[in-house]
């Protein structure tokens, strides 16, 4: 497993953009897929958006499918999400992880994450 350090969470307003990254070592792009996930205060740790290196195959959860776009850059070994129109039910902290083997993510090993304040 390699550390991946999450970015790009900050305050913003109800309604705009941010974009996070995940980055990783040189291994990361010669993982099996990415994701990311969030965790809002007082409830469990959620799947948000899933990207496939192999054929770049993404899927997202229900509730930020047609807002959020998650991509990937093998080049520089990092995933992005890119949020649009958000609200206040994502506020969250945005933690990423790494399907190293094909096997499933990593859910025992995660980072510091990055939190994302959305103010309305």
């Known amino acids: 497993q390699v550390p991946l350090v999450e970015s790009g969470g900050r305050l913003v307003q109800a309604g705009g953009s941010l974009r996070l990254s995940c980055a990783g070592s040189?291994?990361?792009?010669?993982?099996?897929?990415m994701a990311w996930f969030r965790q809002a205060p007082g409830k469990a740790r959620e799947y948000v958006a899933g990207i496939r290196w192999s054929d770049g195959r993404t899927s997202y959860a229900d509730f930020v499918r047609g807002r959020f776009t998650i991509s990937g850059d093998g080049a520089k070994n990092t995933v992005y999400l890119q949020m649009n129109s958000l609200n206040s039910e994502d506020t969250a902290v945005y933690l990423c992880?790494?399907?190293?083997?094909?096997?499933?993510?990593?859910?025992?090993?995660w980072g510091q994450g990055t939190l994302v304040t959305v103010s309305v």
């Open positions: 040189e291994r990361t792009a010669s993982s099996h897929q």
């Open positions: 992880n790494a399907d190293w083997d094909g096997l499933g993510y990593a859910l025992d090993n």
